[in-house]
C-alpha cells in the first residue's frame, strides 16, 4: 500500500470513529444491572442456614437457595465488600452479612430488592461474632470467610422478578437490641451523639472512625464510620431525634452502619444532662470485718434505711490508711443500687469470702482497698457532690490504741443509728479489737462464728 493510500486509510478510520462517538449522547455508559431470575424459588432460610453454624467453617455442598431483602448500600461509601440482607420486609426475624468483592455494588443490588442465593460452594463462617456467608480466605493455614470474587458473585446472586419493595425499619430501643438483629434495617429514636465528641467529623480521613450515640437515658451505641465515605469530613449533628442504620456487631459491642446522612434526622433539641445523681444521710456504714484468723475474710458492710432503693452512680468509699491525711484507695460505687433496707457488703477477696461465708459479696475489690482495712485504718462514704455522707475514724490518727481501732475484730454499727453521720461518734458503734482504747472491748473476733455479713 503506497503513502497516499495509506494516508486516505487512516482518515476514514478516524471518520468512522468520530461518527460512532456522535451518535452517543453521553459516553459515561451506566453499568448494566443484573437481569432477574424468574425460574428461582428459595427452599431454605436465614434462620436454617445460619443454625448450621457451629464452631468452625462450613463448606455448604447442598442445593439450597436463600432470599432476603438487600438494606445495605455502598452508594456513599460508607459499606464497603459487604451486602446485608434481612428475611421479610417489615418485621425481620433474622439478618445475614454477604461477603463480596463488589464495588457499586447498590447498582445491582438495590436497597429493597429481593435476591435469590445459591449457597452451593459458598462458606459459612463467623467473624467478631458475627455468622457470615461468602468465598474463602486462608491466612497462615486458617480458613475463614471471604469475599467472594466479583468474577463469580453472578452465579451466586440473583435478582428477583418482584417489584423493589420498601423497607420498612425496625424501631427499637437500644435495650432491645439483640442478635437476631444483625444485618437488618433498625431505626432508634431520641438519640444524639455525645457531647464530647460534638464538632468532630463523621470520621477520620481514610480511618475506619468509631462515633459514640446516647439517648436521654445515657444509654449508648458505637456509630461506626467508614473514612472513604462521601461524608467522612461532614461534622456530626448536634440535635437529637431518629436515627436509622444497619446494625452489626464487633463481638461484644452493637455498631450501627447509616447508609448516607440521610438516614439521621436530628432535629429535635438535645436531652438536658439527666439529673441521676442523687445524696442520701440513709446510706451508712454498718459493719466493718478485720478477723482474727482470716484476713482473707475482711469486709465492709453499708445499708440502706430508706423505704426506697437508691442508685450509687457517683458514690465512692475511700480509706485514709492509718494516719495518713491524703485518701489512700478508694472504691467506685457507681455501678451498685442498694435495695431499701438492705446490705451491701464490699470484699477484698471474694472468692475467700463466699468459702468462708457461704454466699457470695454483693462487690468483690481489691486487695489494700478500703474493704482490706487491718483495723487502724480511717473510712469515708462519699455522695456524688462531694459530700461526706458518712465516717469511721478521725482523719489523721491512726487508729491503734484509740477508740476507732478494729484491729483483728468488728465494728458494727448500734441497731438504733438509722442514718449517716459525717462526724465519727464512738457512741454509735460497738467495737471489737486485740488493743483497742476506752470504750471499745479487747476481745478479737473470729470468722465465720463471730460476724454476720449481710445481716442487720
Known amino acids: 500500500m503506497n503513502f497516499k493510500i495509506r494516508h486516505i486509510a487512516y482518515f476514514a478510520c478516524l471518520l468512522g470513529i468520530y461518527l460512532v462517538m456522535a451518535c452517543v449522547k453521553d459516553i459515561n455508559f451506566e453499568t448494566p444491572k443484573s437481569s432477574c431470575a424468574s425460574d428461582l424459588s ?47 420486609l417489615v418485621n425481620p426475624t433474622q439478618g445475614l452479612q454477604l461477603e463480596i468483592d463488589l ?19 459458598l462458606y ?13 480466605f486462608n491466612a497462615f493455614g486458617n480458613a475463614s470467610v471471604g469475599r467472594l470474587p466479583a468474577a463469580i458473585v453472578g ?15 425496625k424501631a427499637i430501643d437500644i435495650s432491645e437490641l439483640d442478635s437476631s438483629m444483625i444485618s437488618t434495617l433498625v431505626r432508634l429514636g431520641n438519640m444524639e451523639i455525645v457531647l464530647a465528641q460534638l464538632g468532630q467529623t463523621f470520621a477520620v480521613k481514610e480511618e475506619e472512625t468509631i462515633r459514640t450515640l446516647i439517648n436521654c437515658e445515657d444509654m449508648e451505641l458505637q456509630l461506626l464510620n467508614s473514612g472513604y465515605s462521601d461524608f467522612q469530613a461532614n461534622l456530626l449533628p448536634e440535635g437529637n431525634g431518629t436515627i436509622t442504620g444497619v446494625l452489626i456487631k464487633d463481638n461484644k459491642d452493637f455498631q450501627l452502619v447509616i447508609r448516607d446522612t440521610s438516614d439521621i434526622a436530628f432535629t429535635d433539641v438535645r436531652c ?46 475511700r480509706r485514709y490508711t492509718n494516719d495518713n491525711t491524703e485518701v489512700g484507695s478508694t472504691i467506685d460505687l457507681s455501678a451498685f443500687v442498694i435495695d431499701a433496707n438492705s ?14 461465708y457461704g454466699f457470695p459479696p454483693d462487690h468483690g475489690v481489691s486487695t489494700n482497698s478500703p474493704a482490706d482495712s487491718n ?45 449517716a453521720n459525717p462526724n465519727y461518734t464512738p457512741s454509735e458503734w460497738t467495737i471489737f479489737n486485740d488493743s483497742g482504747g476506752e470504750g471499745t472491748i479487747n476481745e478479737p473476733q473470729n470468722a465465720p462464728d463471730d460476724f454476720n455479713p449481710g445481716t442487720r
Open 42 to 88: 428459595a427452599n431454605f432460610t436465614i434462620w436454617e442456614l445460619k443454625a448450621l453454624y457451629t464452631d468452625e467453617l462450613i463448606r455448604i455442598n447442598e442445593d439450597w437457595i436463600i432470599e432476603g431483602y438487600v438494606v445495605s448500600s455502598d452508594v456513599a461509601g460508607n459499606f464497603f465488600g459487604t451486602l446485608h440482607i434481612q428475611d421479610n
Open 103 to 121: 464495588r457499586d455494588s447498590h447498582l445491582f443490588y438495590e436497597v429493597g430488592s429481593k435476591i435469590l442465593i445459591k449457597c452451593k460452594g
Open 124 to 136: 459459612l463462617g463467623m467473624g467478631k461474632g458475627v455468622i457470615k456467608l461468602g468465598g474463602v
Open 155 to 169: 452465579q451466586h446472586l440473583f435478582n428477583s422478578c418482584d417489584p423493589l419493595g420498601t423497607i420498612q425499619p
Open 272 to 317: 438536658e444532662d439527666l439529673v441521676d445523681e442523687f445524696t442520701s444521710s440513709k446510706i451508712f456504714i454498718s459493719e466493718l470485718a478485720d478477723p482474727d484468723n482470716n484476713t482473707g475474710a475482711r469486709f465492709v458492710e453499708l445499708f440502706n434505711s430508706d423505704s426506697q432503693p437508691l442508685h450509687l452512680k457517683g458514690w465512692t468509699f
Open 343 to 356: 446490705t451491701f457488703v464490699i470484699s477484698p477477696n471474694a472468692s475467700e469470702f463466699e468459702t468462708v
Open 375 to 419: 483495723g487502724d485504718d480511717n473510712l469515708e462514704l462519699v455522695d456524688p457532690f462531694g459530700t461526706v455522707i458518712d465516717s469511721f475514724g478521725i482523719i489523721g490518727e491512726d487508729g491503734s490504741g484509740t477508740d476507732h481501732e478494729f484491729e483483728d475484730g468488728r465494728a458494727i454499727r448500734n441497731e438504733d443509728i438509722s442514718e
